[in-house]
Nanobody
């Protein structure tokens, strides 16, 4: 089992920045690829960003490319999502997720094994 706890969400004006954190516990964090997903009201949960177990090959949804940066610190068992130039359409609950044993990075939410409870991000116009 892996427990994931997100933090860092909040209310920010358009154009502002937030940094989300996801702290992991329970198993060896460095064995897991990590992803960030988000879900807006009335919409399906969608991929935002992902990073390999060793910090390599970050991948991003087109909608956030150039504005968001995913990173991880395996010594601290934490993955981050730096969000800059936020837009109202970025408003959603943001979830981190962990995937064990993958040989490639994926944006498919069904392939992630563990999920956090989510943190709300609200961007006002």
């Amino acid at each position: 089992q892996v427990q994931l706890v997100e933090s860092g969400g909040g209310l920010v004006q358009a154009g502002g920045s937030l940094r989300l954190s996801c702290a992991a516990s329970g198993r060896t964090f460095s064995n897991y690829d990590m992803g960030w997903f988000r879900q807006a009201p009335g919409k399906e949960r969608e991929f935002v960003a992902a990073i390999r177990w060793n910090g390599g090959s970050p991948d991003y949804a087109d909608s956030v490319k150039g504005r968001f940066t995913i990173s991880r610190d395996n010594a601290k068992n934490t993955v981050y999502l730096q969000m800059n130039s936020l837009k109202p359409e970025d408003t959603a609950v943001y979830y981190c997720a962990a995937r064990y044993g993958g040989s490639y990075l994926t944006s498919l939410k069904t392939l992630y094994n563990y999920w956090g409870q989510g943190t709300q991000v609200t961007v006002s116009s």
